[in-house]
């Protein structure tokens, strides 16, 4: 079975800053899609960035990239030039290519911290 | 853009009382699916449902069970509530798994059982 790992309970950034949230997970399947999702406190859960695991190239969304390795089984987020609306909690979640239609897998969360 | 809307917020309710959770979409996605939220433990898959009547067990449906009569509507039901069953509970849609979308989600109810 697939799992999904967020090793980051916490993190904290000052504004205008740069940080990386951290994922890896673990499946046998070769093609598959991962994403990162955000979920602000009382908000609605909403996508930030997807990767498909056939496409070498990172993906990237305004101030949101990610670092995909692979052969590491890792799929960690950058957030270039935080801001205070970036303070949320993120998930990080798997998606199988063949899987049962459509069900994500989803890391623990981390809760990111934005100081002024 | 898709909208997944949940009926209420925030929800008490009594130990042993049934309890009927909705949630509505409006962009006639084929999958639904329902997630209990709690601190430490991510987002865990009750059900999902892929068409119209049709479910699924997700990774943990001890104690609830769900209805879709309709396309745009999957509800969640809580037989008998009990106390570990007050949680975070979130709605989600997506159309069928050949398209690379991703889930589309509700703004969450709170329920607490007391």
């Known amino acids: 079975a697939q799992t999904v790992t967020q090793s980051q309970p916490e993190m904290s950034v000052q504004e205008a800053e740069t940080v990386t949230l951290s994922c890896t997970y673990d499946?046998?399947?070769?093609?598959?899609?991962l994403f990162w999702y955000k979920q602000p406190p009382s908000r609605q859960m909403i996508l930030v960035i997807r990767q498909e695991a056939y496409k070498q190239q990172n993906a990237t969304e305004n101030r949101f990239s990610v670092n995909f390795q692979k052969a590491a089984k890792s799929f960690s987020l950058k957030i270039s030039d935080s801001q205070l609306g970036d303070a949320a909690m993120y998930f990080c979640?798997?998606?199988?290519?063949?899987?049962?239609?459509?069900?994500?897998?989803f890391g623990k969360g981390t809760k990111l911290s934005v100081k002024p | 853009d898709v909208k997944v809307t949940q009926s209420s917020r925030y929800l008490v309710k009594r130990t042993g009382e049934k309890v009927f959770l909705e949630c509505v979409q409006d962009m006639d996605h084929e999958n639904m699916f329902w997630y209990r939220q709690d601190p430490g433990l991510g987002l865990r898959l009750i059900y999902f449902?892929?068409?119209?009547?049709?479910?699924e067990k997700g990774d943990i449906p001890e104690g609830y069970s769900v209805s879709r009569e309709k396309k745009e509507r999957f509800s969640l039901i809580l037989e008998s509530a009990s106390t570990n069953q007050t949680s975070m509970y979130l709605c989600?849609?997506?159309?069928?798994?050949?398209?690379?979308?991703?889930?589309?989600f509700g703004d969450g109810t709170r329920l607490s059982i007391l």
């Open positions: 979640a798997y998606k199988g290519y063949g899987g049962s239609q459509g069900n994500l897998i």
């Open positions: 449902s892929y068409d119209v009547k049709m479910k």
């Open positions: 989600a849609s997506s159309p069928p798994d050949r398209k690379n979308q991703p889930q589309h």
């Open positions: 499946t046998s399947e070769s093609d598959y899609y």
